[in-house]
């Protein structure tokens, strides 16, 4: 049976409801409840648009149908026609989220010389790109990143095509960019075979000699490169191992390096700071591990998010602590007061930040990455509820480092007369923990920043890999090692147990000895004794 035009536009006008905005969530539940042998619904539901589009015969020479989700033009085109061409430019489309988003069809009439009379019809649909998944023929991770359009032509030998994208995300990098159409054979995935892309100023072109959906893809990972994944997988895994011998080291001398109240609560910043990088790291093995459209991997991000956050306000207490014990000699609050003030620092304002980040953006489905378990950057940017706060330490801790250093340096006349060695010894000690780990953890997220702009070096990436894979690994060194007393203590341990093992070897060798030897060393002490007495 071949539609006419009204039962095409009724059809044309159920798709459009089918695929609308509140209609995504559900599209996403049914892709990922699926079995993995059966086709993709959304993948099923495009071709049988297509299939459609094929059996329509035009009453009229041309059909226009503008749908809120989505935009249809087709022409009829005739043999004696030479100067028949297709440029079809779909913009301004009127749900907001898609406002800015604009694709152009351009089929010049070469292509045509040696076609019979058909049908060309260009459909551009918003809604696909939050619908379709992001699955591809070939490796790395995408996410569709322009308007996907459809173009449907009965003709035999391939068609040259060009398509021009403008990118729905601007802030990534458009050299990741990737022009693909959609491969329904199996279950349906993008494939970039036979499309060559092209940059021109902020969109992208795309050359294919295909007729299928097409649409532009591209990288959130502003660099692909495999030695960036090496890196990583290598510097998370000493990191963990350093972080693990940090806090054995700090469990071994704790007694002996905690004996003022500021250095017992400089060591538990110090711990503090690599259990939650610890657990941070461990999270993020998880995260690589899990599925990106599973609730576990929002489970991860949450904790990532958490954890992160309280490393930086552990180093928060830190500064605040140096403040604190420097303009305020006189007062002298209780360890329990202060233990209770670090940790509502340290654990309860990211917790605040984090419950009101995921709590804000869940449910408008922009928490995560849609192809990574991390604080989404597309929409809304949740992300930045970490990178501020961190960010806002590190600045707020490299002003106390500042003002702290001034005051040791140029102590005053009262403060020399209430100073007190072990007291400014770790005062010191706190200076140049801070001094190294503030650059130190707040390098890793200032070299990300330039990541996220176009074309940024490369060497912008290896610097931020490499300072926040082996984060744990300065710490170790950095903050334990050098450590004065931190050594002084260990030394201390080991020449005590290495006494010990030598005092018990001696005392085993001399119960071995016959009595004899026993009897002697008596009989010589005493007459030691004795002539001692004659003198």
């Known amino acids: 049976m071949v539609p006419s035009e009204n039962s095409f536009e009724n059809f044309v006008e159920t798709v459009s409801a089918v695929i609308s905005l509140a209609s995504i969530d559900t599209w996403k539940v049914l892709t990922n409840t699926q079995n993995e042998n059966d086709p993709n619904p959304s993948s099923q539901l495009l071709l049988s648009v297509e299939n459609f589009n094929t059996r ?23 043999h004696k026609n ?17 406002a800015n988003l604009s694709a152009n069809i351009l089929i010049s009439s070469e292509e045509f010389e040696d076609t019979p009379d058909a049908t060309v019809i260009t459909i551009a649909y918003p809604t696909w790109i939050d619908i379709l998944p992001n699955t591809t023929t070939f490796s790395g991770n ?30 990534l990098d458009l050299n990741t960019a990737m022009c ?7 279950n349906g995935a993008w494939n ?13 072109k795309c050359n294919c000699e295909h007729l299928t959906s097409f649409s532009m893809l591209m990288s959130p990972d502003l660099i692909d490169d495999p030695a960036l ?11 963990i191992g350093c972080l693990l011998i940090t806090i054995i080291i700090e469990g071994r001398v704790w007694k002996h390096v905690t004996k003022t109240k500021t250095s017992y609560m400089r060591h538990i910043g110090i711990l503090n700071i690599a259990v939650n990088l610890l657990v941070a790291d461990i999270w993020f093995i998880v995260a690589s591990a899990v599925d990106p459209a599973t609730k576990a991997c929002t489970a991860a991000t949450f904790f990532i998010h958490f954890f992160y956050l309280a490393l930086f306000f552990w180093m928060l207490t830190l500064g605040l602590l140096l403040v604190y014990r420097l303009n305020f000699p006189f007062h002298d609050l209780r360890k329990s007061v202060m233990m209770g003030i670090s940790f509502s620092i340290g654990y309860l304002c990211p917790l605040i930040i984090s419950v009101i980040t995921i709590g804000v953006t869940y449910p408008r489905k922009s928490y995560t990455r849609e192809d990574a378990c991390w604080l989404g950057w597309e929409k809304e940017y949740p992300l930045l509820a970490f990178v501020i706060p961190a960010l806002a330490i590190i600045a707020i801790n490299l002003i106390v480092l500042i003002v702290v250093i001034f005051k040791l340096l140029r102590p005053t006349i009262g403060d020399r007369s209430r ?29 990300g920043i330039p990541t996220f702009q176009k074309g940024s070096p490369k060497a912008f990436h290896y610097i931020f890999t490499i300072l926040n894979a082996f984060q744990g690994f300065f710490i170790l060194v950095f903050g334990t090692f050098m450590d004065k007393k931190i050594r002084e203590a260990l030394m201390m341990k080991f020449s005590l147990s290495g006494f010990s093992s030598r005092t018990k070897t001696v005392e085993n060798t001399s119960t071995t000895k016959p009595s004899s030897n026993f009897n002697l060393r008596l009989h010589s002490r005493k007459r030691k004794y004795k002539l001692g007495a004659e003198q």
């Open 229 to 239: 994944g090496y890196i990583t997988i290598i510097g998370v895994a000493i990191s």
């Open 56 to 78: 329509l015969i035009l009453q009229n020479d041309t059909l226009n149908i503008k749908e809120e989700n989505l935009e249809l033009r087709a022409a009829r085109m005739f």
């Open 419 to 447: 100073s007190n060695n072990q007291e400014r010894e770790t005062f010191k000690q706190v200076v140049r923990s801070i001094a190294v780990l503030t650059p130190i953890l707040g390098l890793t997220w200032a070299f």
């Open 192 to 204: 970039n075979t036979g499309c060559k892309r092209e940059i021109i100023g902020e969109n992208i």
């Open 82 to 98: 030479n100067n028949f061409s297709v440029n079809e430019t779909f913009a301004n489309f009127a749900i907001a989220e898609y």
């Open 180 to 186: 693909a159409f959609w491969d329904f054979s199996g």
């Open 142 to 171: 995408f996410l569709i990143n322009g308007l996907v359009a459809t173009i449907t032509l009965n003709v035999k030998n391939p068609v040259n095509i060009n398509l021009t994208f403008s990118p729905r995300n601007r802030t």
